[in-house]
Structures are given as C-alpha cells and as structure tokens.
C-alpha cells in the first residue's frame, strides 16, 4: 500500500475549527478526493455534497441524489478520522460506481477496495469506529431474558402499532421499560 494521497490535516488546527470552518474543511477534502479521482476517470460528475445524514453512519455515497451525504454530529466530534477516512471511503463509492458496470459491483468489493489501496493510499475499512451515541439516540429501553436494548423513536413506534422485537440472543419478545434518561452535555 502507497502512503496517503490526500495530505494529512493538523488535528489541531481542525480542533480550533468553529463548526462552519469545520464544514468548510469538509467540502475542501471532499473537492481533493473529487480531483484525484478525476484523475483516473475524467468524466466523472462531480458529486454533490450534503451534511444532513443521521444515525450511526457517517457517510452515504447516494447515487439517486447524485452526491454524498455525511453526518454532521459525527464529522464534529470525529474531525480528523473523518476527512482522513470517511471522505474517501465515499468518494471510492461514488467513483466505483461510475465505472463501467460499476453499479453492478459489490459496495465494498473489489474495485472499491482497490480503489482504497491504490488511489488513496488507505486501509479500506468498511465500518468506522466513532461513538454514536449523540449522532443517533434511542432513548426507548426495552428489556428481555438477558440484557436492556435501546430503540429509536421509529421503532418504538412500530412496537406500538403492533410489531414485535425480539431479542437475537435470548429470543425473548422485547418489554418497553420507559425513556432512557440523556446524560446532559458539559
């Protein structure tokens, strides 16, 4: 594996970033990984770039909406590993699959993986490892045979309107025991 393609940002000077300054950043890296990749495929569109991604991932690659799509409560409390690894993680997508018969290609196969290693430099790792507590709460506990879940409003609902969870370790049907109490942020 080559060293990184894209430069390495200061983790401090990203730290000092107010929130739009850290966007900002944001939109820059994704506009370098952009260029090498047109480097490598010249008609490549450039990919439009959206901030509105909840939950536990980071970045989507989506296709229907012609861009990227990241997460900003995650990008604010993981500046750096974000620019450094989901930025091109996304754009390794987003080349892929404008690719001849990339769209038939796995999401993280072979081509996307190459496309990791050779023109980024990276490790292409499939998952993050960020803390997503705050970027995707499930303040609803339930409980079952053998420990506490916590499910999003969207399920919780579902569980009213009729539908059952069951745990996959114990198989027992999920009980609702109330709201989890947020910690309050410092």
Same mark, same amino acid.
């Given at each position: 594996?080559?060293?990184?393609?894209?430069?390495?940002? =200061?983790? !401090?000077?990203?730290? =000092?970033?107010?929130?739009?300054?850290?966007?900002?950043?944001?939109?820059?890296?994704?506009?370098?990984?952009?260029?090498?990749?047109? =480097?490598?495929?010249?008609? *490549?569109?450039?990919?439009?770039?959206?901030? =509105?991604?909840? @939950?536990?991932?980071?970045? !989507?690659?989506?296709?229907?909406? @012609?861009?990227?799509?990241?997460?900003?409560?995650?990008?604010?409390?993981?500046?750096?590993?974000? *620019?450094?690894?989901?930025?091109?993680?996304?754009?390794?997508?987003?080349?892929?699959?404008?690719?001849?018969?990339?769209?038939?290609?796995?999401?993280? @196969?072979?081509?996307?993986?190459?496309?990791?290693?050779?023109?980024? @430099?990276?490790?292409?790792?499939?998952?993050?490892?960020?803390?997503?507590?705050?970027?995707?709460?499930?303040?609803?506990?339930?409980?079952?045979?053998?420990?506490?879940?916590?499910?999003?409003?969207?399920?919780?609902?579902?569980?009213?309107?009729?539908?059952?969870?069951?745990?996959?370790?114990?198989? !027992?049907?999920?009980?609702?025991?109330?709201?989890?109490? *947020?910690?309050? !942020?410092?």
């Amino acid at each position: 594996m080559t060293s990184p393609a894209l430069p390495d940002p =200061d983790p !401090q000077w990203l730290a =000092d970033l107010d929130t739009e300054a850290c966007r900002t950043a944001l939109l820059d890296r994704v506009e370098a990984a952009f260029a090498l990749c047109v =480097d490598v495929h010249p008609g *490549l569109p450039r990919p439009r770039v959206w901030l =509105d991604l909840r @939950g536990r991932s980071a970045g !989507q690659a989506h296709f229907g909406r @012609g861009g990227l799509r990241f997460n900003p409560v995650l990008l604010e409390e993981n500046r750096h590993a974000f *620019l450094v690894e989901v930025v091109p993680h996304e754009m390794a997508h987003w080349l892929v699959h404008h690719l001849e018969d990339g769209h038939r290609a796995r999401p993280h @196969g072979h081509e996307w993986r190459t496309v990791m290693r050779r023109l980024f @430099g990276l490790a292409p790792r499939v998952t993050h490892r960020f803390d997503t507590a705050r970027s995707s709460p499930a303040p609803h506990r339930y409980r079952c045979g053998c420990r506490e879940h916590a499910l999003s409003a969207r399920r919780h609902a579902l569980v009213r309107s009729g539908r059952a969870y069951r745990c996959r370790h114990c198989a !027992q049907t999920l009980v609702y025991c109330g709201l989890r109490k *947020l910690e309050k !942020q410092a």
